[in-house]
């Protein structure tokens, strides 16, 4: 069975002050994997895929598999980056989404 | 741009009634989703729809529980006698193409009485 953990409920920094939000896997293939964000009174939305190997708003993820993980990374903080952020995983040849049970940033001016 | 919406926003039933929620889909896209969120849980996958029918389901998606696109714009869920911890945020979703990103609407909070 696939799992995703997602260890920190909670997660405060400075403004200006590095920023990783952690995410690991447990699944026997080979996964796709997500993260989504919500800010506050909006909808989830997708912030980045791990196969598109982008930077959305300055936010990077890479996935290891040796360690089963796809932790969300950004250099430098930002107030507007206080959100809820969910990562995701897609099984090989599924269409559904597994969600761990979020991690909600807090940037502290 | 376009946007997956859900209506109502906030529905408030007795326990043992059905209740309907409603999603339209972005127009261009073919798979539709259903998830649930209980206060202070995670987001759990319940269905999805592709070519008028049920791809997937979980566990959580019993026989309580029916989706249906009546038209070419709307997909709905319903849920035929709700029980109180069917109380949750509702989210629709949908994608063009198979693993292809998924869009969310803003949801529907039941709240079962």
């Known amino acids: 069975a696939q799992r995703v953990t997602q260890p920190e409920k909670l997660l405060s920094v400075f403004k200006g002050a590095p920023v990783e939000l952690k995410c690991n896997y447990s699944?026997?293939?080979?996964?796709?994997l997500f993260w989504y964000v919500q800010y506050s009174r909006q909808r989830l939305q997708l912030l980045l895929r791990?196969?598109s190997r982008e930077s959305i708003k300055g936010f990077t993820a890479d996935l290891n598999k040796g360690e089963t993980s796809f932790h969300l990374k950004k250099p430098f903080a930002q107030e507007e980056d206080s959100a809820m952020y969910y990562c995701?995983?897609?099984?090989?040849?599924?269409?559904?989404?597994?969600f761990g049970t979020g991690t909600r940033l807090t940037v502290i001016p | 741009e376009p946007e997956v919406t859900q209506t109502p926003s906030h529905q408030v039933t007795q326990m043992g009634q059905e209740v309907i929620l409603r999603c339209v889909p972005i127009?261009?896209?073919?798979?539709f989703y259903w998830y649930r969120q209980i206060l202070g849980q995670k987001v759990e996958f319940l269905v999805s729809?592709?070519?008028?029918?049920?791809?997937?389901k979980s566990e959580i998606f019993d026989d309580q529980f029916s989706v249906e696109r009546p038209d070419g714009s709307n997909f709905t869920l319903k849920i035929r006698s709700t029980k109180l911890e069917d109380s949750a945020m509702y989210f629709c979703?949908?994608?063009?193409?198979?693993?292809?990103?998924?869009?969310f609407g803003d949801g529907t909070r039941l709240s079962i009485l």
């Open positions: 791990h196969i």
């Open positions: 127009s261009n896209h073919l798979y």
């Open positions: 995701a995983l897609m099984k090989t040849g599924a269409n559904n989404l597994f």
């Open positions: 979703a949908s994608c063009p193409g198979h693993n292809q990103p998924q869009h």
């Open positions: 699944y026997s293939g080979s996964p796709e």
């Open positions: 729809f592709y070519n008028n029918e049920i791809s997937e």
